[in-house]
């Protein structure tokens, strides 16, 4: 059974606009979370974290928010660029070394 | 650092024929994963190793799937017999403790 899922598998976006991708976990012990960026024909790289004791991290135009309650985090891209069009992963874990992934979500910026 | 290396990067078999493919982890990374990408699972992993050691291999389809970490700069994932359903894009990663993982460029497998 999926333990970290991502309900959408796709989202276009305007470049320039905001972009909101969800993720929702089941298991309450999850405390560290990735999320993940992958181009076709290449390996998933990483993109940003955050753990428990915070509720939103930033790095440049990522921002990765989590609600613990809702087991929900999500991935904000501000502004949205054609060259962030990729798949992204989110994942988590519960002991920082075994982490499991979404489905993905194929976000495309049209120019 | 190279990243982790994977080889080979496509692989075109016929059913019941063995397959394997291989990692090479960075070096100094303690943490060995083997995942498999499809559009119905997304990543699923199939078993990590800690210092070479198998650590959790539940993710481990069938008895057909087996792995082996003989040393810290080498790992194997063999399918044996293959069948069409393995067919996916299967990546190694490797960490050091804990944190994010590194990939690499995956395999693509296709079984026919």
């Known amino acids: 059974d999926q333990q970290v899922k991502q309900n959408s598998p796709s989202l276009s976006v305007q470049e320039g606009r905001i972009s909101i991708l969800n993720c929702d976990y089941t298991?309450?012990?999850?405390?560290?979370f990735l999320w993940y960026k992958k181009y076709p024909a290449e390996g998933p790289t990483f993109l940003i974290s955050?753990?428990?004791?915070?509720d939103k991290n930033e790095d440049g135009r990522f921002t990765v928010f989590l609600n613990k309650s809702a087991k929900h985090l999500s991935l904000h891209i501000v502004p949205s660029q054609p060259g962030d069009s990729a798949v992204y992963f989110c994942?988590?874990?519960?002991?920082?070394?075994?982490?499991?992934f979404g489905t993905g979500t194929s976000l495309t910026v049209i120019p | 650092d190279a990243g982790v290396i994977q080889s080979p990067r496509h692989e075109v078999t016929e059913m019941g024929q063995e397959v394997t493919l291989r990692c090479k982890p960075i070096s100094g990374h303690d943490y060995l994963f083997w995942y498999r990408q499809t559009m119905m699972r997304g990543l699923e992993l199939l078993i990590y190793f800690n210092n070479n050691v198998p650590i959790d291999d539940s993710g481990m389809p069938e008895d057909r799937f087996s792995a082996k970490m003989p040393n810290a700069s080498f790992s194997t994932l063999k399918i044996q017999p293959s069948e069409p359903r393995d067919s996916a894009v299967y990546f190694c990663?490797?960490?050091?403790?804990?944190?994010?993982?590194?990939f690499g460029s995956g395999t693509r497998l296709t079984v026919v």
């Open positions: 990663a490797s960490s050091q403790g804990i944190g994010g993982y590194t």
């Open positions: 298991n309450s012990m999850f405390d560290y």
């Open positions: 955050i753990s428990s004791i915070k």
């Open positions: 994942a988590a874990s519960d002991t920082g070394n075994q982490f499991y």
